[in-house]
């Protein structure tokens, strides 16, 4: 079972909807990571928490430690939003001592 | 700030080649990550600096891969002897300290043929 567990692997949503990613992770973490990957490789780190909720612009990311889950949700989703969402942690243990271990990604596709 | 940069962007290598990729952190960053992605996966950790002390290697790190960062602000990974599974996506990435967000480049993409 790999430490960081994303769903859906897959999404194809209409332009407006609201959407959900999310990430469950089996052990003791420090920090976890949303990232974002286009096509061509570029990855733009989308937010960095460690407790609660934290918002910008259209995105939103939440944490629940006890459950060792996060979700990350786009508002009135856009075609530009399309991409591949990563999501990483920090853990005290795996994916070497200070690395980082990264789920398989969420590749969403927003259609007009 | 330019970001982190990458280079070569694409290198394509027959088996048996030695390449080299480099990377240039953001200037105040004092961490700097090594990372491989294959295709459909996330990223794997490789290797990390804190400046120029090479602190983490991961057991994917074989003998033929080196990584350098000789002054503490640019890196370098050297794979020796390239097989085709080493084609791959590699990723570098700095942060001011543990706690700081990554900031990626582009990547470099290694086809080895």
């Known amino acids: 079972k790999n430490e960081v567990e994303q769903s859906p692997q897959n999404l194809t949503a209409q332009e407006g909807e609201f959407i959900t990613i999310n990430c469950s992770y089996s052990?003791?973490?420090?920090?976890l990571h949303w990232l974002q990957q286009h096509p061509g490789g570029g990855i733009v780190s989308l937010f960095m928490?460690?407790?609660g909720k934290k918002k910008h612009g259209r995105l939103i990311a939440t944490i629940n430690i006890q459950e060792k889950h996060s979700s990350l949700h786009i508002t009135a989703s856009h075609p530009r939003d399309s991409a591949v969402y990563i999501c990483?942690?920090?853990?005290?243990?795996?994916?070497?001592?200070?690395?980082?271990?990264f789920g398989k990604g969420t590749h969403l596709i927003i259609q007009p | 700030d330019t970001g982190v940069s990458q280079d070569p962007r694409h290198k394509i290598t027959k088996r048996g080649q030695n390449v080299t990729f480099r990377c240039d952190p953001i200037?105040?960053?004092?961490?700097l990550y090594w990372y491989r992605q294959t295709l459909g996966q996330g990223p794997e950790f490789l290797t990390y600096?804190?400046?120029?002390?090479?602190?983490?290697k991961s057991r994917l790190l074989s003998d033929r891969f080196s990584a350098e960062r000789p002054k503490g602000s640019f890196s370098t990974l050297e794979i020796q002897r390239t097989e085709q599974g080493d084609s791959a996506m590699y990723l570098c990435?700095?942060?001011?300290?543990?706690?700081?967000?990554?900031?990626f480049g582009n990547g470099t993409r290694l086809t080895v043929t």
């Open positions: 928490l460690s407790s």
């Open positions: 200037s105040e960053h004092n961490r």
């Open positions: 990483a942690v920090r853990s005290y243990s795996g994916g070497g001592a200070d690395g980082l271990t």
């Open positions: 052990v003791g973490i420090s920090a």
């Open positions: 600096f804190q400046n120029e002390a090479q602190l983490e």
């Open positions: 990435a700095s942060s001011f300290d543990g706690n700081s967000p990554l900031h």
